[in-house]
């Protein structure tokens, strides 16, 4: 940011429980640049770790989807979501997530499962800010890297 003629305002990455950065929204929410998540459902469309059991519980319980609990997740978290499907059920469900909010522990429980499994669908590396290590990616279209 202090070599940019214009500051950004917005980050744009990819953002679920297995692949969000606290270092990075940290950096954002110090330079006032907002993040918008994209790929909320990942875990769920990848069936990924244990977060699709810890969403689909949560979600029995507040009367939601499980992705509705993820997209709940990913607003508490880093404000802005954004999200696609052309299935009409879906669409309608993703205009109703904003009538509850997951407490702390809630929040807590599913950031554990996703980063019991880091998991990153989108590009073609994977960056660790901490190390500053590239692992190259795996088969198909996501990768998990071998830490």
Request: glycine share 8%; hydrophobic share 35%.
């Amino acid at each position: 940011v202090p070599h940019c003629r214009i500051a950004p305002v917005i980050n744009q990455v990819e953002f679920h429980p297995c692949m969000h950065d606290k270092d990075l929204k940290e950096y954002c929410s110090n330079h006032d640049i907002k993040i918008c998540g994209y790929a909320p459902t990942v875990p769920l469309t990848s069936n990924i770790g244990r977060v699709p059991d810890v969403a689909q519980r949560l979600a029995s319980k507040y009367g939601k989807t499980a992705g509705q609990i993820l997209l709940r997740w990913s607003h508490q978290h880093a404000g802005i979501v954004l999200t696609t499907t052309i299935q009409e059920r879906r669409l309608e469900e993703n205009l109703d997530w904003l009538d509850f909010e997951l407490s702390e522990e809630e929040m807590e429980e599913i950031d554990l499962a996703g980063r019991e499994s880091p998991f990153r669908k989108w590009g073609n590396d994977w960056r660790v800010l901490s190390g500053d290590l590239l692992f190259p990616p795996g088969p198909g279209l996501g990768f998990a890297p071998k830490l």
